[in-house]
């Protein structure tokens, strides 16, 4: 039962204002690292393998700690202060960013230390995503968790509109500096710089540290559980595992919502590649017809990412305005990632760098109403205080085969055609996705009466 407190609404917005300011911080330094790769550590032809090997190892240092400590950061947040948590996480991420810029800045900053270092961030952001992700269903009413789940959607696409533009700006300062066109005291000193993206480290140190001030000052409550041991006295107090293996079993008794999981889980794998494989779509496959129209590599890398979150902007909007569907949230959910998999195909055949990125925005678009649609379900089936255990082991399930996939991108990438593979990427999800649409488990999720007897069922078995 959702209890929200008095304006409660009004403190999500000003919690989703300073996490939209982080994330926007957290894309510049995203996209001016892509292009650090692609231009700056390896741009020539011939090291198209290590590009595509870096990138992957990015995205592998993200994904490893994102996936598999999740449920121990879902336990952590049922066991601790939500608020206290975001923070502390904001704080540390603030602080590595810092490090990262002294790292570019002296330009010791290598592909081992970018995995070190943002394999640290992708372990923080799991605590703080567990907390947060768990905190907000706890401050607005239920009737409107979907619209809430749609701003949540839209802030990584509203960061990741200004984000490119802003960061192909900072990145080439020092390039235009170069060329005369800034002068003065500030020309001379970014002239010797070998590169701007110290700058977007240093707006990110400062959009990290507003997000961990800021929640000082609001009401963020936290649910008071029932712990594992509360019904069991032979399990241990501090047992982390207990409360692990406790969202576990909610999920294993309630097979519709494996079902869903199972759909996420195929996504993820075909879908997750694309941040490897994009960059190489365009160095490669998409180079002489943007090269065609006028674009550089770094300006045509900033029209695809711009475009893209412009379409997950439209697309959290409508959600957000719209509120979702009200019942059969589940074909919020298929639907929209079988459009996603149609536009994938396209993607991965077109020769035509517009089109592309027409692509782009519609795959982006349905992001937020395919996750908007999902989180509301699982906020709806899930008790507050079994919301951190029960989405940590749900992240884990749902998400094990990004870093397979992604490895995977990282040679394919570097060896076969990589418009090839997105098309493969893109049929696997079109057909698993026909077939859920005539999944009768699955079109069950939502009726939570159903899901109890079954868990009630699941306990009486010897």
């Known amino acids: 039962m959702n209890t929200s407190p008095p304006n409660g609404f009004r403190t999500f917005i000003i919690l989703w204002l300073t996490q939209s300011f982080s994330a926007f911080g957290t894309q510049l330094t995203v996209f001016a690292l892509n292009i650090w790769l692609a231009t700056v550590l390896f741009p020539a032809p011939e090291q198209r393998p290590e590009l595509a090997s870096a990138i ?31 923070m502390m996480s904001d704080a540390l991420h603030g602080f590595l960013a810092l490090i990262e810029l002294v ?29 947060f ?4 269903s706890m401050i607005v009413p239920k009737a409107q968790l979907a619209r809430a789940n749609g701003m949540m959607q839209t802030t990584q696409s509203l960061s990741g509109i200004l984000a490119p533009g802003v960061a192909a700006l900072i990145v080439s300062l020092p390039i235009l500096a170069r060329q005369g066109l800034i ?22 140190v400062v959009t990290f540290l507003v997000a961990a001030v800021v929640p000082y000052f609001l009401h963020v409550p936290s649910p008071q559980r029932q712990p594992a041991y509360a019904q069991n006295p032979g399990v241990s107090k501090s047992s982390l595992w ?28 075909a879908s997750s590649p694309i941040f490897v494989l994009t960059p190489l779509l365009l160095k490669f496959n ?15 890398t900033a029209l695809m990412a711009t475009i893209s979150s412009v379409g997950g902007v439209v697309g959290g909007v409508i959600i957000s305005a719209w509120g979702g569907l009200k019942t059969n949230k589940i074909y919020g959910v298929v639907l929209a990632i079988l459009g996603t998999g149609l536009a994938t195909i396209v993607l991965g055949l077109s020769p035509w760098f517009y089109l592309a990125v027409a692509m782009g925005f519609i795959t982006a678009g349905l992001g937020p109403v395919m996750n908007a649609h999902s989180q509301s379900i699982w906020q709806s089936q899930t008790p507050p205080e079994l919301q951190g255990r029960v989405f940590a082991v749900r992240r884990v399930i749902a998400q094990f085969t990004w870093p397979i996939s992604t490895a995977l991108a ?18 696997i999800t ?23 007897a079954l868990a009630a069922r699941s306990v009486k078995m010897p």
């Open 242 to 269: 207990a409360d692990i293996k406790e969202g576990a079993l909610y999920i294993w008794q309630r097979r519709p919502l494996l079902w869903l999981l199972a759909t996420f889980t195929v996504t993820n794998f």
């Open 430 to 452: 079109t057909v698993f996705c026909i077939g859920q649409l005539f999944n009768p488990v699955l079109r069950r999720v939502e009726d939570k009466s159903y899901l109890d």
């Open 183 to 204: 002068g003065g005291a500030v020309g001379n000193w970014l002239a010797g710089l070998p590169n701007g993206t110290v700058f977007a480290m240093g707006l990110d």
């Open 133 to 136: 992700d768990t905190s907000y």
């Open 56 to 86: 992957a190892i990015m995205s592998l240092a993200i994904a490893i700690p994102s996936v598999f400590a999740a449920p121990i950061a879902g336990a952590w947040a049922d066991r601790h202060d939500r608020k206290r948590t975001m």
């Open 410 to 427: 990282g040679y394919v990438g570097g060896v076969f055609d990589v418009g090839g593979y997105i098309v493969i990427m893109g049929i």
């Open 103 to 131: 790292l570019i800045y002296t330009e010791t900053f290598q592909v081992w230390t970018m995995a070190i270092t943002v394999f640290l961030h992708g372990l923080i952001h799991t605590f703080h995503h567990s907390a």
């Open 286 to 300: 998409l180079a002489a017809d943007w090269t065609r129209n006028g674009f550089t590599f770094e300006t045509a």
